[in-house]
C-alpha cells in the first residue's frame, strides 16, 4: 500500500506523507436515537471476498433491530460505514474515505486472535462508562454458519453480546459469561442474569452428572451448565446470550440486576453498548440514551462502502527560533522521511510563515535515493509571522496532486507561534474531509491548535523545548504509515537523551528482539560537538563513529544495519569530547523482521485529552504481539509539562484500580502530579525481560455455549473451535519500545502547593476466604493520592446481606481494623480476624467490602465485594442422617466412643479387682 502526506512546518516547510493514526478516536455520535458514524474496516490481509461485505450488512441490519428491541426502543444503528482494503479491486459505487481509518474503527475483522480463535471479544482499557477500543470479528465467524449454535445468531444476542463491556465483578465469581457456575449448588449463587434460568449440570462433554470436590463440596471444573433451549423466563444478554429468551438486558429475579447504558455520546473511545449496574443505569440513562425519548419505529440502517486511497497527504508547520529548534527539526524531519515513512509513500514540502509556499511538489518514495532528495529539501531558515490556515489551505492544494482530493488525506501541522486566526478556515477543514495531525512546539503555540485535530479524528503532540526528552523525534516517529499492517509499521525501539558533562559517558541498552530488526537505524544527535559513538551488538561486533554517516551541520549521525539486525541486548556508549556539557540524544528505529510474524507493539494514550483540576487522569499503554496481550513487561511513563518538568510512573498490569484486569497486557496508572495548567506530552518505555509472555485476554468475550436441554435431551453444541498453534511463541522473552502517547491538557490547576483533593484509588481485588473461625482479607493496597503512596486507614465492613453493602456500606457492621498499618502502594495487603459474635454454620455466607481514607479525610470509592463461605461437604452418613450436619455427627461419635471406653475401662477394673480378691483369699486360706 502506498501513502501520501502533507507535512506543514510553521515558517517552511510542509511536507507530504501517508498515515493511517494508530490510535484515534472514534467518530461515532448518538443522535436522535441512531448511531452514526459507525466504521466497521476490514484487515487489508484479509482475502478479498464479497460475502464479508453481505454477511456484515445482514448482521447490522438484525443488530439494529434487536438493539431497538432491547433497550425498549431508545437505540438502533442509523448508518455504518464499511472499509474495504486498498487491496481489493475498485467498484464504481465505492466511496472515498474521509476521516475512517482501520486503526480508529469501532469493529474489525481481522485474523483470528490466536488464543481464543474465533470467539467475538472487545478489547477494553477503562471501567463501566468507559467505551472500549474496538470489537473484533473474524471472517469465519462471519461466514460459518456452524458458529452460529456455538455463540448465538449474529445479528441479534450475539452481536449485542459481543459489543458489550461486562462490568468489574461487584461481587468476587461473577460469572455472566462463564459455563458454569460452581457456586450454585453450594447456595451461593451470585450475579446470573437471570437466576430463573434452568438447566442441567453435568459433566464436559457428557450426559452424566458433575463430580464434586469431597473438600468443599462443589462441582468440579469439569462440570458445565446445559441451558433448556425453552426457558419461562426472559434473560439478559449478558448471561448465555444465544438462548432464544435472552431479549434484552434487563435481568428478572437477578440479585444484582445489569442494564445496558449506551454511552457513545461524545466520548473518546468505542464501543457500541456497554453494561452498567442498574444504580448508575438510573443515574445517566435519561441524559446519556433517553435522548428524545423513546421512539415508534426506526429507519433502515444506511450502509456506505469506502475503499482506501492510494495514499495520504500529512503537512506539518516547523517554526524555527531560539532552543536549537532549526537544527532539531530538521534532525526529527529527517528521521521521519529516511526511516518512518513507508516505501512507495508520497510525500512533499511546503513552507509558511505568513504566507506559504510550495518548496517541494509530492515525490513518489520507491527509493532511498529519492528519500533522501526530499529530506534535503527540508529548511534552513525561517521568517516571522504566523497564519496558519494558509499553512493548511497550500497543503489542501498540494494533497490534490495524487489522486485528485482532499478527502481522506492527512496533514501533519507543527507550529510554536500563536494564531488568532485559525478558526477562519474551519470550514475548508471540515469540507476537505482530511485528517490534521498537530504538534505544538514550546509553550507559545496557539492553544486553539488542537481544535484542528478534534474535528478531523487527528492525533495532537506536544513538544516541549527541553533538549533531553527528545520529544519532536517522538512525535514523528509516532505518525507512520499503519493501515492496521503493522508489518509494515516503523517501530521506535529507543527514544532517549541525556545532558552529559564533559568527558563523561552516556551508556545504555537497547533490547532487539526477533520479531524486528529489517530496517534498523541508529541515529545519534548532539547539541555542539560530535561525540565519540559505540555500538556493541549482542556478539559483541563494534560499530564506532566513523561507522556512522555523519552531517555536522545538522548535528546528527547515522547508521542503518543492512539485512536483519542480530536479536540481544545492543548497548551503546556516547562519550562527551566537548569541553562543556551538552546534550546527547539517541533514537533506535527498526520494522518487523518477517510480514508473517506481528512485531510487538505498544499502544500508549490518557483516558481523556482535556481535564480539569481535580480530576485524576490515567495513563495506559497497551502491549501485544498481534492481538495478543504481552504480559510481565516493565512499562515506564514519562509525563512533561510545559514548564519542563518531568514525571515517571511504572504502570502496572495487577488488577488493581486503575487497572481493569490482570494480566491483559493492558498497563495503566493514575496520574496527579500537575504542575501547572497547560499542554503535557507522555511518552511510555518497555522493556521485556525473560519472563515476559503472551496471555490469553480474560474479558469482554462472547460466551461460548456447550449445548442445550431439548425435550429433556442433552443436546452438546460443536466443540469450542480449536485453534492452531503455528509454531507462534509464547515467551516473547527481552525487546525495547518507545512509544509517545501525544497530549492532553489540563485546566484549573492552583498556583502553589496543591490542596489535597486526591483520595486513595478503589480497591477493586478485595478476596476472602474462610478457615475454620479464622477470616482472611487480601487485597492490593491503594495509596494516599489514588495509587501514589500511602492510604492512612482502611475501613472493612461485613454483611450477611450483599445489597447492604452494596447500597448502604455505612450502616453494615464495622470489623476493628485500627491495629492495621496501610502498605505502600501496590503491595498486597492481608488480615486476619475472628468474629466473637457471629454463628457460622454450615452455608453460611458473609460478604465484605473496603475502602481506604488519606489524612486529609478523603474517602475512597467502596470495593468490590467479596464473600467467604462455610461449607461442609457432605456425605452419606450426613444425607442418611436427617439432615444433621457431619460436625454434630462427629461430636456425637466421639462422644460415644468415650462413653464406650468409659464403660470398657470400668469393667476391666472390676474384673481385676476381683481377681486381686480372690488371690489374697486364697492366700489367707
Not at 519532536?472 to 521506535?492: E, M, P, Y
Amino acid at each position: 500500500m502506498t501513502c501520501t502526506m502533507l507535512l506543514v512546518m510553521h515558517l517552511f516547510v510542509l511536507l507530504a506523507l501517508c498515515l493511517f493514526p494508530p490510535v484515534s478516536s472514534s467518530n461515532v455520535v448518538f443522535k436522535n436515537n441512531g448511531y452514526e458514524n459507525v466504521v466497521i474496516a476490514i484487515h487489508p490481509e484479509i482475502p478479498e471476498n464479497d460475502d464479508i461485505i453481505r454477511k456484515i450488512q445482514t448482521m447490522i441490519t438484525d443488530s439494529s433491530s434487536f438493539l431497538f428491541n432491547a433497550t425498549k426502543q431508545r437505540a438502533y444503528f442509523r448508518t455504518v460505514k464499511i472499509l474495504i482494503p486498498s487491496s481489493w479491486t475498485n467498484k464504481t459505487f465505492y466511496q472515498t474515505p474521509k476521516t475512517e481509518t482501520f486503526d480508529n474503527a469501532d469493529v474489525i475483522v481481522a485474523e483470528a486472535n490466536r488464543k481464543y480463535g474465533d470467539e467475538p471479544y472487545t478489547l477494553q482499557y477503562g471501567r463501566c462508562g468507559e467505551r472500549g477500543r474496538y470489537i473484533h470479528l473474524t471472517p469465519t465467524f462471519l461466514l460459518s454458519d456452524t458458529l452460529i449454535d456455538v455463540y448465538g445468531p449474529r445479528g441479534d444476542s450475539l452481536f449485542g453480546t459481543s459489543t458489550l463491556e461486562l462490568p468489574p465483578s461487584d461481587v468476587e465469581g461473577f460469572v455472566a459469561s462463564d459455563n458454569y457456575n460452581r457456586n450454585e449448588l453450594a447456595q451461593s449463587r451470585q450475579s446470573v442474569c437471570s437466576t430463573d434460568i434452568k438447566g442441567v449440570q453435568v459433566s464436559k462433554g457428557t450426559s452424566s452428572p458433575c463430580k464434586f470436590n469431597e473438600t468443599t463440596g462443589l462441582p468440579d471444573e469439569q462440570c458445565v451448565f446445559i441451558p433448556n433451549k425453552t426457558q419461562s423466563t426472559t434473560s439478559s444478554v449478558m448471561y448465555l446470550q444465544g438462548l432464544p429468551s435472552a431479549v434484552g438486558f434487563e435481568a428478572t429475579n437477578s440479585p444484582t440486576e445489569y442494564k445496558a447504558l449506551m454511552v457513545m455520546g461524545n466520548r473518546k473511545t468505542k464501543v457500541v453498548v456497554e453494561v452498567c449496574s442498574v444504580l448508575e443505569m438510573e443515574k445517566k440513562d435519561k441524559k446519556e440514551i433517553g435522548g428524545p425519548g423513546y421512539i415508534v419505529e426506526i429507519d433502515k440502517t444506511l450502509f456506505t462502502r469506502r475503499k482506501s486511497n492510494a495514499g495520504r497527504i500529512l503537512p506539518q508547520q516547523w517554526i524555527f527560533g531560539g532552543y536549537n529548534r532549526k537544527e532539531r527539526l530538521k534532525q526529527a524531519g529527517e528521521v521521519f522521511l529516511l526511516q518512518i515513512i513507508e516505501a512507495g509513500s508520497y510525500a512533499g514540502i511546503v513552507t509558511f510563515n505568513s504566507n506559504a509556499t510550495i518548496t517541494k511538489n509530492l515525490v513518489h518514495l520507491d527509493n532511498y535515493a529519492k528519500r533522501e532528495e526530499l529530506a534535503n529539501s527540508l529548511p534552513t531558515s525561517a521568517n516571522s509571522g504566523t497564519n496558519i490556515c494558509r499553512g493548511v489551505l497550500k497543503g489542501f492544494e498540494v494533497l490534490e496532486q495524487v489522486n485528485g482530493g482532499t478527502s481522506g488525506k492527512e496533514i501533519v501541522l507543527l507550529t510554536d507561534g500563536e494564531d488568532s486566526g485559525i478558526n477562519n478556515c474551519f470550514t475548508e477543514v471540515k469540507d476537505s474531509g482530511s485528517i490534521i495531525h498537530t504538534i505544538s512546539l514550546g509553550p507559545q503555540a496557539a492553544k486553539e491548535l488542537e481544535q484542528l485535530a478534534d474535528m478531523t479524528g487527528g492525533l495532537k503532540f506536544y513538544a516541549t523545548d527541553s533538549l533531553d526528552s527528545n520529544g519532536l523525534v517522538d512525535a514523528f516517529t509516532r505518525i507512520s504509515c499503519s493501515n492496521g499492517n503493522h508489518s509494515q509499521k516503523s517501530i521506535q525501539l529507543e527514544s532517549n537523551g541525556l545532558t552529559v558533562k564533559t568527558k563523561e559517558w552516556f551508556n545504555s541498552t537497547v533490547s532487539i528482539d526477533k520479531s524486528v530488526g529489517k530496517d534498523t537505524f541508529f541515529v545519534i544527535t548532539w547539541q555542539t560537538s560530535e561525540p565519540d559513538i559505540y555500538v556493541q551488538t549482542s556478539s559483541r561486533r563494534i560499530y564506532m563513529t566513523a561507522d556512522f554517516k555523519k552531517d555536522t551541520t545538522l548535528k546528527a549521525a547515522r547508521l542503518q544495519i543492512l539485512g536483519t539486525a542480530e536479536t540481544g541486548d545492543w548497548s551503546y556508549s556516547l562519550y562527551n569530547t566537548d569541553s562543556s556539557s551538552q546534550t546527547l540524544g539517541i533514537t533506535v528505529t527498526t520494522r518487523a523482521a518477517d510480514q508473517s510474524i506481528p512485531p510487538v507493539i505498544v499502544n500508549v494514550h490518557m483516558n481523556t485529552d482535556k481535564s480539569f483540576y481535580p480530576a485524576p487522569m490515567v495513563v495506559y499503554a497497551e502491549v501485544s504481539q498481534g492481538f495478543l496481550p504481552v504480559v510481565k513487561a516493565t512499562v515506564i511513563a514519562t509525563i512533561e509539562s510545559e514548564n519542563g518538568k518531568s514525571v515517571t510512573l511504572e504502570l502496572f498490569d495487577n488488577g488493581a484500580d486503575p487497572d481493569v484486569a490482570r494480566c491483559d497486557g493492558i498497563y495503566s496508572r493514575y496520574f496527579t502530579s500537575f504542575t501547572g495548567s497547560g499542554r503535557y506530552s507522555l511518552k511510555v518505555r518497555v522493556q521485556g525481560k525473560e519472563t515476559t509472555s503472551l496471555a490469553s485476554r480474560r474479558q469482554n468475550r462472547a460466551a461460548y455455549i456447550p449445548g442445550f436441554v431439548d425435550n429433556g435431551q442433552v443436546q452438546f453444541n460443536p466443540s469450542k473451535p480449536s485453534v492452531k498453534d503455528d509454531g507462534f511463541n509464547v515467551v516473547v522473552g527481552r525487546f525495547s519500545r518507545t512509544s509517545s502517547g501525544g497530549s492532553f491538557s489540563v485546566a484549573g490547576v492552583p498556583s502553589g502547593p496543591l490542596p489535597d483533593k486526591f483520595p486513595p484509588n478503589r480497591i477493586s481485588d478485595l478476596e476472602a476466604e474462610m478457615k475454620e473461625d479464622t477470616f482472611i482479607l487480601t487485597w492490593t493496597a491503594p495509596g494516599n493520592d489514588y495509587d501514589l503512596g500511602n492510604a492512612s486507614d482502611y475501613e472493612i465492613r461485613m454483611s450477611k446481606n450483599l445489597l447492604t453493602l452494596r447500597n448502604d456500606f455505612s450502616s453494615a457492621e464495622q470489623i476493628n481494623t485500627s491495629h492495621i498499618i496501610p502498605l505502600p502502594a501496590g503491595s498486597q495487603e492481608s488480615f486476619s480476624f475472628k468474629l466473637e459474635d457471629v454463628v457460622i454454620e454450615n452455608r453460611t455466607i458473609l460478604y465484605f467490602a473496603a475502602r481506604a481514607s488519606d489524612e486529609a479525610a478523603n474517602l475512597a470509592d467502596v470495593s468490590n465485594i467479596a464473600q467467604a463461605a462455610m461449607i461442609i461437604p457432605s456425605d452419606p452418613i450426613s444425607e442418611a442422617s436427617n439432615g444433621i450436619s457431619i460436625t454434630v455427627l462427629v461430636l456425637i461419635v466421639a462422644v460415644s466412643l468415650i462413653v464406650v471406653l468409659i464403660i470398657v475401662s470400668a469393667v476391666v477394673r472390676g474384673v481385676n479387682n476381683r481377681k486381686r480378691r480372690d488371690y489374697r483369699f486364697r492366700l489367707s486360706a
